[in-house]
């Protein structure tokens, strides 16, 4: 099993990124794939949510109409458009699977700095 997410970087206040996460191992369309983040203070996050039964989305309130998050079932990826990046954006970025309660993976993370 291997989620590994890309994109990160450093970019300006209002600036955009776009992270992809490229899963395998496993039946990515099972799955409920979400983002979190930890920043520098090891607080970690749920950003992000897109369920595999509905396609539904859902969003932490801080990120709520500048995110936005998808899913590629044909191409086992998972995507966050990140656009009006502020400072407290800034955080290393993990993309995870889960089904049911007990299954769920992580990949390694990608760091996300807004800076100017």
């Known amino acids: 099993v291997q989620l590994v997410e890309s994109g990160g970087g450093l970019v300006q206040p209002g600036g955009s990124l776009r992270l992809s996460c490229a899963a395998s191992?496993?039946?990515?369309?099972?799955?409920?794939m979400r983002w979190y983040r930890r920043n520098q203070g090891n607080e970690r996050e749920l950003v992000a949510v897109?369920?595999?039964?509905?396609?539904?989305?859902d969003y932490a309130d801080s990120v709520k109409g500048r995110f936005t998050i998808s899913r590629d079932n044909a191409k086992n990826t998972v995507t966050l458009q990140m656009n009006s990046l502020k400072p407290e954006d800034t955080a290393v970025y993990y993309c995870?699977?889960?089904?049911?309660?007990?299954?769920?993976?992580w990949g390694q993370g990608t760091q996300v700095t807004v800076s100017s």
């Open positions: 191992g496993f039946t990515f369309r099972r799955y409920d």
């Open positions: 995870n699977a889960k089904i049911g309660v007990m299954t769920d993976f």
């Open positions: 897109i369920y595999s039964s509905t396609g539904s989305t």
